[in-house]
């Protein structure tokens, strides 16, 4: 089971054993703990019955009893809490380093946001499996079975009359519950499509406004909204007669047995009730309840959470990038020898690519859309391995140069700018500290975004809003984000397909300065023009 | 308008930026709510109550002044009352859920009639769309702590009345004794409140600040490969995660895990009850009690104290659901209803004279362009590759800017509102625009009508039967379930279904073949004939077919038709003998 949630768990638990037996401990502690008041009770009302006073201690002690009860309560409560952020402390960082490993292509395939629910709603559901669910479900098992053995001691009669209600009791509570959970799904779904229908409104906002169609779209999310209502009105009822009907099942169990017990010392001896146990009896009954419903509960929420539990398990086994030794690099000549690629094996991007590109050249990428002009640089930065042949840079296949090192040996300017969350300054460094201020100001300066940036509210710290920047001005930050680190090599996708005329020859300019002495890699007939040199590779069939 | 009701329950509110608009319409629930709200916590005092009868008539029993026929009328009279206890709290819970969940209906309802109506300048803000998305987020807690608020009116303060009443009644010296400790408790708990809201709001943000993390770390993971940054960015993410545990703990502890502590401080008074109502009983208190009353006073009491121990945690969840309320009020608008769009009369002529065209707040992408077209046209609009196409069209539904003039028959452009256009005007844009729904809805959007004929024209029919719902089939969100093609069809038949005077098809042959180009552009020559088309393209091979063709370059454009653009305009001459040629005849 290596690569599971199991395996990350057990891991854990090997750790803190300590801290697992502490909570057991407590767990069974506190049931027991509740046991005791409701006895004392009863010795008090005895000795009223009796017509003898009270003892102060007796008092204090009764108090003393709930104080104790209580703070091991909250104990439990608060190791319970400890233990589940621990665990899902240890499945994130799990699964944060899984993230590093994972292939390149997992990223294409699979939205971000699937990604993220994995990391935030998947690992909660986690959480509570573990603090509701198991945890709970013990600490709810031992209540019940602390209650009955007290029950059993104290009154046969009673304990008879429990467990002859309690599987009834409990086949009730699951069937309600299963009635909830199919309506928790209709609502979940609806929900789904309440919570959808918003940005794809926001998205589709030309053709509403041009189409006029803002009656119809409300129309539809009132669709979707009445459906999660139905289905809501439909738990809410559930939910409503629950509990009461408990309580009139318990108050039943109350009522017989206290007119049993009126009916002759037969009966009374049966139940073994005492005025003072009555007392202590009643309370009982009342608190056996409470844990059976909660576990029928605990079950569900451990079935509605195991599928978050199986999808961690797909991310953790899903396929990893091959690792590979780590070799220093000797100059920067550029290779690609017999290189065939494809992302899926039915679809060859290209086979048999041969080229090598010289320190200090200038090269432009043409060919038609789909030729794999991108791909010659994704596998140029080691994020996909040929199928066939070798790609080197200074003489290192592309995928061993250490990745830490990569940065200040290629530079990578993409098609669009990524805006990473953080300040202005950390959109060039990357939250590299090895940069140094002075260092992040000259690179502004060198791509011309230095005034404009200390323009904005702070400065280099201002928190990087991407409307503060224009298409070019991202463009322009972008180069930045590769120049700073010195790259020997700089490899530029067609970076101003989306710029008008003006700003593009203003990135141009940038780029032509920025890329003095080094080996230029680019996609981009404009590139090629501007900087007025350099051969063309074609890729693929003209 | 107040309270209107549309189909389906679902109401317009008046002045939705105030709370208690929302409890206008639901004057009968929050009856129900009352009536069952009332009973039921007066009638939780009939539990102890019983059983403190119950254990009485025990004793009476054994000592022989009672029958078993006493104790049945007695647990008859509990069991009828405590019955119609519990329904009242049935009809409580329900009314009280029902509450909640028309609350977060309207509001849904109202927010998203501002969505949806919301102006381009709105739009543009890009956080705009996140901002919403949120909001409906908070609209669940905001009306969860609105029932809370209303629910607990009865929950707490009738049910702290009725026991102290009943208490007051057994022996007042008594209840004002042991009642002693829950203001301290209560105090208790007010004072831990600031810290405890600190704590809270540090643990919120920190949940957010790593619910962002995540995201950029996801979202952004090849470029931090690409970068080497990715041992860095899971240290980061390693310290935040330890921030979290740290402020989720700490927030645990002094949201869930004080309740019990509240509830032994409550639980102080007991002492009094113990001594002083065990000499009550023994004929040597302030009254006389007889062993029933004691157990009824013990459980009252112990019932109370539970309940004021949780007050503390009712305030938190209606501080939650302030923020929410104070997070969305600004977002409510009054609800708007548009007129329905009519199908504008038929256009003859459409002049475009000296126009320059950019987008909002951005010198102008072109200028000087003037043509005229006629109804039956089909009009070729083309030029390189970021040659302002989009923008111009864009100029027909408002989202670009333009200056001189524009008329349909005489009538300027700029003077109709959104409404009038989109009932002259046709747009197909770039993005297919396609919703989460069926191919059926996403052509026709709320029209009744036969899509065959639309799917026929578009050159879809087969590819639509083919698959596993015919018509019905879901597309997926955005479309994704579709090829880019398919997509673009789509969206070109749902155009053609809402045709109007003005056709403006921006890129329609996009992602399809050569042959299928042809035969749906027979179908539009079809359609053309009562209508006038603007056709933007970048492929040219139906260009000699236009009825004119406006070519844009070096930021103006030329008018003419294909053969004399050929001849004067050497630029277009070259765009066109490139592409048949053939060579680059598939290139975007």
Redesign the interface.
């Known amino acids: 089971m290596k690569n599971s949630l199991i395996s990350i768990i057990g891991k854990m638990a090997a750790k803190s054993k300590g801290t697992i037996a502490l909570t057991l401990l407590v767990i069974v502690a506190s049931v027991v703990m509740t046991l005791f008041p409701p006895l004392i009770?009863e010795q008090?009302?005895n000795?009223?019955?009796d017509?003898e006073?009270?003892a102060?201690t007796?008092?204090?002690g009764?108090?003393g009893m709930?104080?104790v009860s209580?703070?091991l309560?909250?104990?439990q409560?608060?190791m319970l809490?400890?233990m589940g952020?621990?665990l899902?402390?240890n499945v994130?960082?799990e699964m944060?380093?899984k993230?590093?490993r994972?292939q390149?292509g997992y990223?294409a395939k699979t939205e971000?946001g699937k990604?993220?629910s994995r990391?935030?709603n998947d690992v909660d559901a986690v959480d509570s499996i573990f603090s509701n669910g198991i945890v709970g479900m013990f600490a709810n098992a031992c209540r019940v079975i602390g209650i009955l053995f007290v029950v059993f001691y104290k009154s046969l009669g009673l304990g008879i009359l429990i467990l002859a209600i309690v599987p009834f009791l409990f086949l009730m509570t699951r069937h309600i519950q299963k009635k909830m959970l199919k309506a928790q799904m209709a609502n979940r779904a609806a929900i789904g499509k309440?919570?959808?229908?918003?940005?794809?409104?926001?998205?589709?906002?030309?053709?509403?406004?041009?189409?006029?169609?803002?009656?119809?779209?409300?129309?539809?999310?009132?669709?979707y909204?009445?459906e999660s209502?139905r289905a809501?009105?439909k738990t809410?009822?559930y939910?409503?007669?629950y509990?009461?009907?408990v309580?009139?099942i318990s108050?039943?169990v109350?009522?017989?047995m206290?007119?049993c017990?009126?009916?002759?010392d037969a009966m009374?001896q049966f139940f073994g009730?005492?005025?003072g146990s009555?007392?202590a009896i009643?309370?009982y009954v009342g608190k056996v309840f409470g844990p059976i419903e909660k576990i029928g509960m605990e079950i569900q929420s451990v079935q509605s959470a195991i599928a978050g539990v199986k999808r961690i398990n797909e991310f953790m086994r899903e396929e990893e990038a091959p690792c590979c030794e780590e070799e220093e690099v000797h100059g920067t000549e550029v290779k690609f020898e017999h290189v065939s690629f494809a992302y899926d094996p039915e679809q060859p991007v290209f086979s048999n690519l041969s080229f090598t590109v010289k320190e200090g050249e200038n090269v432009t990428l043409v060919g038609?859309?789909g030729a794999g002009k991108s791909t010659v640089f994704r596998l140029l930065?080691g994020?996909y391995e040929p199928q066939e042949g070798n790609v080197t840079v200074g003489g290192v296949e592309a995928n061993r140069i250490?990745?830490?090192?990569?940065?200040s040996f290629m530079g990578?300017v993409?098609q669009q700018f990524?805006p990473?969350?953080g300040a202005v300054e950390d959109q060039i460094t990357?939250?590299?500290t090895a940069f140094c201020r002075n260092e992040v100001e000259e690179t502004a300066k060198l791509v011309g975004l230095h005034e404009k940036i200390m323009s904005l509210p702070y400065g280099y710290d201002t928190p990087m809003?991407?409307?503060d920047f224009s298409q070019g001005e991202l463009q322009l930050l972008s180069i930045a984000?590769a120049v700073i680190a010195k790259p020997k090599i700089m490899l530029l996708d067609e970076i101003t397909?989306?710029?008008?005329?003006?700003t593009e020859s203003r990135v141009l300019d940038v780029l032509k300065k920025a890329s003095e002495g080094r080996t230029v890699i680019s996609i981009s007939h404009r590139i090629h023009e501007k900087l007025q040199q350099g051969r063309l590779i074609t890729i693929g069939a003209? | 308008m107040s309270g209107q009701r549309?189909k389906?329950?679902?109401r317009i509110i008046d002045s939705p930026d105030k709370v208690l608009s929302y409890f206008k319409p639901e004057k009968k629930v929050l009856l129900l709510i009352a009536i069952g709200g009332t009973f039921f916590n007066v009638g939780m005092t009939a539990g102890p109550y019983f059983?403190g009868r119950?254990?009485q008539?025990?004793?009476d029993?054994?000592m022989g002044r009672?029958?078993?026929g006493?104790?049945?009328r007695?647990?008859?009279t509990?069991?009828t009352v405590?019955?119609f206890v519990?329904?009242m709290?049935?009809?409580k819970?329900?009314s009280g859920?029902?509450l909640r969940?028309d609350f977060s209906?309207n509001m849904?309802?109202m927010l998203?009639?501002g969505?949806?109506?919301?102006s381009r300048e709105e739009?543009k803000?890009?956080?705009?769309?996140a901002i919403?998305?949120k909001a409906?987020?908070d609209v669940d807690a905001c009306a969860t702590g609105m029932q809370q608020v209303t629910t607990e009116i009865f929950d707490t303060g009738v049910l702290l009345a009725s026991y102290l009443v009943m208490l007051f009644v057994y022996d007042w010296r008594l209840t004002l004794l042991s009642c002693l400790f829950m203001p301290l408790s209560y105090a208790i708990a007010m004072s831990l409140k600031k810290p405890v809201t600190r704590i809270n709001e540090k643990y919120k943000a920190t949940a957010g600040k790593?619910?962002?993390?995540?995201?950029?770390?996801?979202?952004?993971?090849?470029?931090?490969?690409?970068?080497?940054?990715?041992?860095?960015?899971?240290a980061?993410?390693?310290k935040i995660?330890?921030e979290?545990?740290k402020t989720?703990?700490q927030s645990?502890?002094w949201g869930?895990?004080?309740?019990?502590?509240y509830?032994?401080i409550c639980?102080?008074g007991?002492?009094f009850i113990?001594?002083f109502g065990?000499?009550n009983?023994?004929g040597t208190g302030w009254t006389a009690w007889d062993?029933g009353v004691?157990?009824t006073f013990?459980?009252c009491f112990t019932k109370l104290a539970q309940k004021a121990s949780t007050s503390a945690k009712l305030f938190n969840s209606i501080q939650r659901a302030q923020v929410s309320w104070h997070r969305i009020q600004p977002l409510f608008r009054e609800y708007v209803?548009?007129p329905?769009?009519k199908d504008g009369e038929s256009v003859e002529t459409l002049k475009v004279s000296e126009v320059s065209v950019s987008y909002p707040g951005f010198?102008p992408?072109l200028k000087g362009i003037s043509f005229e077209a006629g109804k039956g046209q089909i009009i070729g609009v083309t030029g390189a590759?970021?040659c302002g196409k989009t923008a111009f069209g864009k100029t027909f539904?408002g989202?670009t800017n333009y200056e001189g003039s524009i008329t349909l028959d005489g009538i300027e452009l700029r003077e109709l509102n959104?409404?009038e256009?989109?009932?002259l005007?046709?747009?197909m844009?770039h993005?297919p625009?396609?919703?989460?729904?069926t191919v059926r809805e996403n052509i026709l959007?709320?029209k009744e009508q036969e899509t065959e004929s639309l799917l026929k024209m578009v050159h879809l029919k087969e590819e639509v039967a083919a698959m596993p719902h015919g018509e019905e089939s879901f597309v997926g969100?955005?479309g994704q379930q579709l090829s880019g093609g398919q997509q673009a069809r789509i969206s070109l038949a749902?155009t053609i279904c809402?045709k109007k005077s003005i056709m403006v098809l921006d890129d329609p042959f996009s992602a399809v073949d050569k042959k299928t180009e042809r035969k749906i552009f027979e179908e539009l020559r079809r359609l053309a004939e009562d209508r006038i088309i603007l056709l933007l393209s970048h492929r040219l091979s139906l260009f000699p077919e236009m009825d004119g063709v406006l070519f844009l370059h070096d930021g103006t454009g030329s008018f003419g038709i294909h053969e004399q653009l050929l001849r004067e305009k050497p630029s277009y001459a070259s765009l066109y003998e490139k592409q048949q040629a053939g060579?680059?005849s598939?290139?975007?």
């Open positions: 009770l008090i009302v000795r009223l019955t017509r006073a009270v102060v007796v008092a204090l009764y108090l709930l104080a209580g703070i309560e909250s104990l409560n608060v809490t400890v952020q621990k899902t402390h994130r960082s944060c380093a993230l590093s994972m390149a990223f971000s990604i993220t990391f935030v309440v919570n959808n229908h918003v940005p794809e409104t926001i998205r589709n906002m030309r053709s509403i406004r041009s189409f006029s169609i803002q009656k119809y779209m409300e129309e539809k999310y009132d669709v909204i009445e209502y809501l009105e809410n009822f939910n409503a007669i509990s009461p009907i309580v009139c108050s039943c109350i009522a017989v206290m007119v017990s009126s009916m002759g009374q009730i005492t005025v009555a007392v009643i309370a038609r859309t930065l994020l250490p990745g830490d090192r990569r940065r990578y993409e990524r990473v969350m990357l939250f590299d809003e991407r409307a984000r397909a989306n710029l008008d005329s003006v003209e | 549309k389906r329950g679902i059983e119950l254990a008539c025990l004793y029993c054994i009672a029958s078993a006493d104790m049945l007695v647990a008859v509990y069991l405590f019955f519990q329904l709290r049935s009809l819970r329900f859920a029902r969940n209906r849904r309802h998203y009639n969505i949806v109506h919301m739009m803000q890009e956080s705009t769309g919403m998305t409906i987020a790593l619910n962002q993390e995540t995201l950029d770390r996801v979202n952004n993971a090849v470029t931090y490969r690409v970068y080497g940054r990715e041992k860095d960015r899971d980061s993410y390693e995660l330890t979290y545990e989720a703990v645990n502890l869930n895990a004080m309740t019990p502590v509830n032994i639980m102080g007991i002492l113990i001594w065990g000499k009983v023994l062993i004691f157990t013990v459980s209803e548009l329905a769009p010198e992408v590759i970021a539904i989202d959104d409404v256009k989109s009932g005007i046709a747009y844009g993005e625009e396609l919703m989460s729904d959007l709320g969100n955005g749902r809402h060579g680059a598939d290139e975007k």
